[in-house]
């Protein structure tokens, strides 16, 4: 209660120290200098450009709007701090140009950091709200140390504490963690995918390697930056052993299956077995690997849906990797004709369709074979190499299968129809087969 009294009293006696004539100057000053800013940022903020459309001249902003909400506060805060220091030249009393300062700085701060957040971050809501926290933190703190009484603040916020065996843990030291986290998180991630970037140059490594530094280095970095957070809010790290050996037996029964993928994921990227681009198969699933993430893999079929798939699935199961080590890979087509063709000749003709297709290789050559007289047609097979399966396979045998179709029509070539013998052994006593004559 004597802090919360302590803390009224201040604040009234500070607002009364501002209701004098000297401070009306002061007030006038700041208002010339923020008139001075608008006309500047007026008669700058757009220059002319050499086209003229009929009677209008085209305009164009001189810089983009997110940048000009910066250079505004910027360019008041130079003018009031040159005000402020001539009065402070001159010995007349300038509080609230000190005041404007302080204000304008923190505005061109804050402005500075959410244009840098935007133009290295994507915008999401979560992005909208870490601003307004640090908005909304930054603010009270300015308020209160132009009151005078960010000391009093603190010291009421560092008595609100708890004592967890040897460490102290106060609402202070809490509110400083979750900044200094905050700070060290952002400039961690942003680090992290600045490195990502400057890796992607670098055609001499593979992309496992690059993908394999990139979440090793984002990892570290992360974790260095709560290091460092704790340690900065004086919590002794050697408290956190109990709390990490939990952690470990957490992760040996709940979180098994987690920990699984993420060292699946890990063992996946040093092996290579499985690489960005390549085409494969797990159980009823054909499609091309978009990413490998730390837990899971992405796979996008030619349907366009991307399936999420646990990296532990890739370790334990049987995988089809259609483009590990070589992309050649070869496809057959079966055909059936009727007894009543001639298959040397259809064997050709087959030859010559794939021979003609662009996907289809010349070496190794396509090749035609009989596989078998079957009991209503002769069954033939067609086989040829691509070496681009990530375009599509089933569409190749489906305009292979047209082009089939083609030469077998123009060339008279019958597919094959079912035929059944029937024998009558008895015909029943009474029946009487009769033959329909024509008239």
Known sequence: MNRITQFLSQLGQTLAQFNNAENWLQLGVIVITLLITWVIIRLSGRIMTKRNIGQQTRMRPLAPRPLQRVLIPLLSLLLVAGAYLLFTIIHEPADLLYIASVILFTLTGLRSLQYWLRQHFTDTATLKA???????????????????????????????????????????????????????????????????????????????????????????????????????????????????????????????????????????????????GDLIRIGDRLGQVQELRARYLVVRDYDGVSTLIPNENLITSEVINWSYGDSNIRLKVPVEISYDNNPEKVLALLLQIATQHPRTLDDPPPAAVILQFAANSIQLEISFWIDDPQNGMGSLRSEINIAIWREFKANNITFPLPQHDIHIKEIPAGFVLRRDEPG
């Open 130 to 276: 870490w601003e307004r926290f640090i908005n909304m933190v930054v603010w009270i703190a300015v308020i209160f140390y132009l009151s005078n009484l960010l000391p009093t603040l603190l010291a009421f916020l560092d008595s609100l504490a708890i004592k967890i065996g040897e460490v102290r843990i106060s609402v202070l030291s809490a509110i400083n963690l979750v900044l200094l986290i905050a700070v060290l998180f952002t400039f961690a991630v942003w680090l992290s995918a600045f490195l990502e970037r400057r890796l992607k140059t670098y055609t001499q490594l593979s992309s496992n390697v690059r993908v394999v530094l990139t979440k090793v280095t984002r990892y570290v970095l992360i974790a260095l930056s709560i290091i460092i957070a704790l340690n900065a809010v004086g919590i002794d790290l050697t408290a956190l052993t109990v709390f990490g050996g939990a952690l470990g037996v957490g992760i040996g029964f709940g979180l098994q299956r987690i920990a699984s993928n993420f060292i699946s994921g890990f063992l996946l990227l040093f092996d290579r077995s499985i690489q960005p």
